[in-house]
């Protein structure tokens, strides 16, 4: 008989072992972050409403202003007046309307795709590498909510490169 209990208690605390080591290298969204804290991560739900957008290329020679709405599901638009160099001197407006799409990392490194067409009627597709710079946790359904974000354009600008871009989120919008 005491052999009989033994055993189940020697296979109890296996069974604890086996769950609480299947719950800590679980393969679900959760982290630790890098100060130990659990962290459910970001997601495409973490870049959700209206943002401020500036860019800049080359230092002066090219700087934009616009609006970008982020969908929290992965879609993306904005409206952007670069102010450029114009050939022979002087600047020249250019407005750019875009559509897309974005992914993001639980790490807070994503990508978008954005359709561009200008008022010429051309059309190009250029690629962003992003982080989000800064968060804020209460976003939709507790989510982390990007408040910040940096990015960079894979392609060679229209007026300068590399082409360089600011998002911060207007509140309220």
């Known amino acids: 008989m005491q052999r009989f209990s033994f055993s189940m208690i020697v296979l109890g605390l296996v069974a604890i072992v086996i769950a609480v080591t299947s719950e800590a290298f679980s393969s679900d969204s959760n982290f630790v972050n890098a100060k130990g804290k659990s962290n459910s991560g970001f997601s495409v739900g973490s870049l959700n409403g209206s943002y401020a957008s500036s860019g800049a290329a080359a230092g002066f020679q090219s700087r934009s202003v616009g609006v970008t709405t982020f969908d929290g599901n992965g879609g993306v638009e904005r409206f ?88 911060t989120r207007r509140e309220g919008l």
């Open 80 to 167: 952007v007046t670069i102010n450029a160099a114009a050939d022979g001197g002087g600047r020249k407006l250019i407005y750019v309307v875009s559509t897309g799409t974005y992914s993001v990392g639980p790490e807070g490194m994503g990508s978008i795709e954005f359709n561009n067409t200008f008022a010429s009627g051309a059309e190009s597709t250029v690629n962003y590498d992003f982080v989000i710079s800064k968060s804020t946790r209460g976003g939709r359904n507790g989510a982390v909510q990007a408040e910040e974000i940096t990015g960079i354009q894979r392609e060679p600008g229209v007026t300068a490169s590399p082409v360089e871009e600011y998002w």
